[in-house]
């Protein structure tokens, strides 16, 4: 059978990644890139888009009754930054985009459902170094809470329903094609961007802030292969634990250095984006992923650097 898939939040960090992938795989007319804002060029020009807005479930239906989506792939939220300038929203938008997608995945028989979760559900009182997936999970961030609250809908719906969703507790996503948006993580992205134009960055994380980070070429390889996985392979119904690399900003300054030599990098202490990164692991432990459905990044440290500084020099 066709596979027939929708991606809402196509625009985003992952979404403009995912859907040039899926395109590649499935055939660009199989692949229906959706959101709130007019697509970039690449993809409003290699396959079909709809303007959409999750949390309008009349027209979220018109989309799914066109369509006969196959897969769904739901990525469109309000980050752990910008969620917290404004967490009614953020909580509308993650929890309520989510529950209209689930449903309606229910009525149209949608065979897969994606939907990511982050290190985020993760909090204060949760271990630091090598976290397991199970253990205490206090978010202190709207933005982790909509995340851990989306993951008891999706077992939920996957034990109720029947409904096959899948996900993964993504750590921070550092990519070079599209703009990061509103995340704690973001500024592995910005340090390559500055290193490149001015040749410094003033870091709004301290010196000594580590935390778990994935390079999107395997966050995107490593989502296809879950969605690609027997379902029977699939152990995990909340969301997966997953792990790339972790790094200080000082560790990533100083592999910067090894193309850069002369990239100085200062920091900017007090910002409010200190505490949510604060309240979240050092390490995750993917171990069920590694064994469940054959999970392995590619990209460590020296691999990333060398291909972000090489891409947005090309770019
Ligand atoms: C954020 N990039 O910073 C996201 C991610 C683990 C962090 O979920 O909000």
Redesign the pocket.
């Known amino acids: 059978m066709t596979e027939k898939i929708l991606v809402l939040g196509s625009n985003g960090q992952i979404g403009t990644e995912l859907v040039t992938a899926l395109r590649n795989t499935y055939g660009e007319s199989n692949v229906v890139a959706c959101d709130i804002r007019r697509p970039d060029y690449d993809i409003k020009n290699s396959g079909p888009f709809e303007f959409v807005n999750v949390l309008e479930k009349d027209t979220l239906n018109t989309i799914f009754n066109k369509y006969k989506p196959t897969q769904v792939y739901l990525l469109a939220a309000l980050?752990?930054?910008t969620g917290e300038q404004n967490p009614k929203l953020a909580w509308d938008l993650n929890m309520n985009g989510l529950l209209n997608i689930l449903d309606l995945a229910i009525v149209y028989k949608t065979a897969k459902v994606y939907w990511p979760s982050?290190?985020?559900v993760f909090g204060p009182n949760s271990p630091k170094d090598n976290t397991d997936q199970f253990c205490v999970m206090d978010p202190n961030t709207v933005?982790g809470i909509s995340k851990l609250a989306g993951e008891r809908w999706c077992e939920y719906y996957h034990q109720k329903f029947g409904l096959d969703v899948r996900s993964i507790r993504?750590?921070?996503?550092i990519s070079w094609k599209a703009a990061p948006g509103g995340?704690?993580?973001?500024y592995a992205i910005h340090i390559f961007h500055d290193a490149l134009k001015k040749g410094n960055y003033d870091c709004f994380l301290s010196a000594e802030t580590e935390l778990p980070m994935l390079y999107m070429d395997d966050a995107i390889r490593g989502t296809i292969q879950l969605m690609d996985a027997p379902a029977d392979q699939i152990s995990i119904r909340s969301s997966y634990n997953f792990a790339g690399l972790s790094f200080t900003p000082e560790v990533l300054a100083s592999e910067i250095r090894k193309h850069i030599p002369d990239f100085k990098l200062s920091y900017t202490a007090n910002d409010p984006r200190q505490q949510i990164a604060d309240s979240?692991p050092r390490s995750i432990n993917d171990e069920i992923a590694k064994n469940d459905w054959g999970w392995k990044p590619e990209f460590n440290l020296s691999k990333m650097t060398a291909d972000m500084l090489t891409n947005l020099k090309n770019k």
């Not at 993504?170 to 996503?173: C, K």
């Not at 995340?183 to 973001?186: E, L």
């Open positions: 980050l752990s930054a982050s290190i985020a933005y993504y750590p921070g996503l995340g704690t993580t973001d979240w």
